[in-house]
C-alpha cells in the first residue's frame, strides 16, 4: 500500500489517482505503508504543523527504509528548515531552503539528472511542471538540477529517498511515467 500524507493541504486527489495510493495522516496506515509519497503544495511551516503527529513515524519508516517520494514541498520538508517560516522539518538534509530572488518558479522546465530508476524511460530534456518559492541550493544530494535564478536541486535520491521539486501529476507523460515508475519499486 502506498501512503499519501494528508497534511491539511497539497494536491491529494491527481496524486492518489495516478498512484492508486491511500490517503492518510493516521499513523497505523503509514506504518503499514510499502511506500510513501509526500505531495506538496502550501506552505513550509503549515505543513511542518500538519504532520506533528505523524511526524516521527514517517521518519522511522523512511530511516528503515521505506521508499519515499517527495513532490514539490514534500522534497523541501526533507530539509531542516526554510526561509519561508519557522518550524523544523524532518531533517534528513541540514540545510536551510532559499527564497528565489526574483519571483517564483512557475511553469514548465527541464531537470539536468543523473541516470535513476525513478527517470527511466523518461527522455533527458523533458518538460515538468514547476511551482515555487524556495528550492534546495545544490549539494552532495543533488542528484538533478534546474537552471531559474541560478541553479537549484529539482531531484534527490538517496537509497530510499526519491524527491522532486516539481509536480509529476501535472507534467504530463514524463510525470506519470516518473509516478509509475516509483509506483513499481520493489
Given at each position: 500500500?502506498?501512503?499519501i500524507?494528508?497534511?491539511g493541504?497539497?494536491n ?9 495510493g ?9 506504518d503499514?505503508?510499502?511506500?510513501i509519497?509526500?505531495?506538496g503544495?502550501?506552505s513550509f511551516?503549515?505543513?511542518v504543523s500538519?504532520?506533528k503527529?505523524?511526524?516521527d513515524?514517517?521518519i522511522e ?18 530539509f531542516?528548515?526554510?526561509?519561508e ?14 527564497r528565489f ?7 514548465w ?6 541516470d ?6 523518461i527522455?533527458k530534456?523533458?518538460y515538468?511542471?514547476f ?11 543533488t542528484?538533478?538540477k534546474t537552471?531559474f535564478?541560478?541553479y537549484f ?5 538517496i537509497?530510499?529517498?526519491?524527491a522532486?521539486q516539481?509536480h509529476?501529476?501535472k507534467s504530463g507523460?514524463?510525470?506519470?511515467k516518473l509516478l509509475?515508475?516509483f509506483?513499481?519499486l520493489a
Amino acid at each position: 500500500m502506498i501512503a499519501i500524507i494528508d497534511y491539511g493541504s497539497g494536491n491529494l486527489a491527481s496524486v492518489e489517482k495516478a498512484l492508486h495510493g491511500v490517503v492518510t495522516s493516521d499513523p497505523y496506515k503509514i506504518d503499514m505503508a510499502d511506500k510513501i509519497v509526500f505531495p506538496g503544495a502550501g506552505s513550509f511551516s503549515a505543513a511542518v504543523s500538519g504532520i506533528k503527529n505523524i511526524r516521527d513515524i514517517i521518519i522511522e519508516k523512511i530511516r528503515n527504509g521505506t521508499p519515499y517520494l517527495g513532490i514539490c514541498l514534500g522534497l523541501e520538508i526533507l530539509f531542516s528548515e526554510s526561509e519561508e517560516g519557522p518550524g523544523t522539518g524532518l531533517s534528513f538534509f541540514n540545510e536551510r531552503l532559499k527564497r528565489f530572488k526574483k519571483g517564483i518558479h512557475m511553469g514548465w522546465n527541464t531537470v539536468e539528472f543523473n541516470d535513476n530508476i525513478i527517470f527511466s524511460g523518461i527522455k533527458k530534456g523533458e518538460y515538468f511542471y514547476f511551482v515555487h518559492r524556495y528550492y534546495a541550493p545544490l549539494g552532495s544530494y543533488t542528484c538533478g538540477k534546474t537552471f531559474f535564478n541560478g541553479y537549484f536541486t529539482s531531484f534527490i535520491n538517496i537509497n530510499n529517498i526519491y524527491a522532486v521539486q516539481f509536480h509529476p501529476e501535472k507534467s504530463g507523460e514524463p510525470g506519470l511515467k516518473l509516478l509509475r515508475n516509483f509506483g513499481e519499486l520493489a
